[in-house]
């Protein structure tokens, strides 16, 4: 999983390839389109006019991103009635926007312990995750360019080594409870339907 963020899947939206996620864009659709930032529920995004706006931004670079949200009305009305209609004319735009999301965000889970009883803090994820980048020796710059994906898996690593959390890797021992009950009850399934 943490190679994904270093190697990630290719998603189109109407013909147009959408970047990885990087904590420049997370910014950028945090100013202007908020239902989209990654860490908000689906049913936030449901029916948001935003989606061309984001669009707009996950499609190049962040910094591009933010030179085409800043130029004159009629470049950028020009630019959005293009991309609306691109989206607009692709079926699947609603699923891909979803898929990418969660590609985003995929890292392993956590599961507390010994500091259960922490609150949370008044710092918005992103602003967090920035402070992270930092904390690991990035400068401003760097951490705006780093993988959203990435940045995660950093901060998760760091919340570990503090021990705020514990990571449950693909294949640890919660894994392998939930498949083998998975196999357990595919097994009973199968002897109640023998004849």
Same mark, same amino acid.
């Given at each position: 999983?943490?190679?994904?963020?270093?190697?990630?899947?290719?998603?189109?939206?109407?013909?147009?390839?959408?970047?990885?996620?990087?904590?420049? %864009?997370?910014?950028?659709?945090?100013?202007?389109?908020?239902?989209?930032?990654?860490?908000?529920?689906? *049913? *936030?995004?449901?029916?948001?006019?935003?989606?061309?706006?984001?669009?707009?931004?996950?499609?190049?670079? &962040?910094?591009?991103?933010?030179?085409?949200? *800043?130029?004159?009305?009629?470049?950028?009305? &020009?630019?959005? /009635?293009?991309? #609306?209609?691109?989206?607009?004319?692709?079926?699947?735009?609603?699923?891909?926007?979803?898929?990418? +999301?969660?590609?985003?965000?995929?890292?392993?889970?956590?599961?507390?312990?010994?500091?259960?009883?922490?609150? #949370? #803090?008044?710092?918005?994820?992103? %602003?967090?995750?920035?402070?992270?980048?930092?904390?690991?020796?990035?400068?401003?710059?760097?951490?705006?360019?780093?993988?959203?994906? +990435?940045?995660?898996?950093?901060?998760?690593?760091?919340?570990?080594?503090?021990?705020?959390?514990?990571? *449950?890797?693909?294949?640890?021992?919660?894994?392998?409870?939930?498949?083998?009950?998975?196999?357990?009850?595919?097994?009973? +399934? /199968?002897?109640? #339907?023998?004849?």
């Amino acid at each position: 999983m943490y190679a994904e963020g270093y190697f990630p899947d290719a998603y189109r939206i109407g013909g147009m390839r959408m970047q990885p996620m990087t904590m420049g %864009h997370v910014l950028l659709i945090e100013r202007v389109a908020p239902p989209f930032a990654p860490w908000r529920s689906t *049913e *936030e995004r449901i029916g948001s006019g935003s989606i061309m706006l984001f669009v707009a931004i996950v499609t190049r670079a &962040w910094r591009d991103a933010a030179a085409v949200l *800043e130029r004159p009305s009629w470049v950028w009305q &020009w630019k959005a /009635a293009r991309i #609306t209609r691109r989206v607009n004319g692709d079926p699947r735009a609603v699923a891909t926007v979803e898929a990418y +999301l969660k590609a985003q965000v995929n890292v392993p889970e956590a599961i507390r312990w010994q500091r259960d009883d922490m609150t #949370t #803090t008044g710092a918005e994820m992103s %602003h967090a995750l920035m402070v992270t980048m930092m904390q690991l020796g990035a400068t401003r710059e760097a951490a705006l360019d780093t993988p959203l994906r +990435l940045a995660l898996w950093d901060q998760m690593f760091l919340q570990e080594q503090n021990g705020a959390v514990s990571l *449950e890797s693909e294949g640890g021992a919660k894994s392998e409870a939930r498949k083998k009950a998975i196999e357990d009850l595919e097994r009973r +399934l /199968a002897c109640q #339907t023998k004849p």
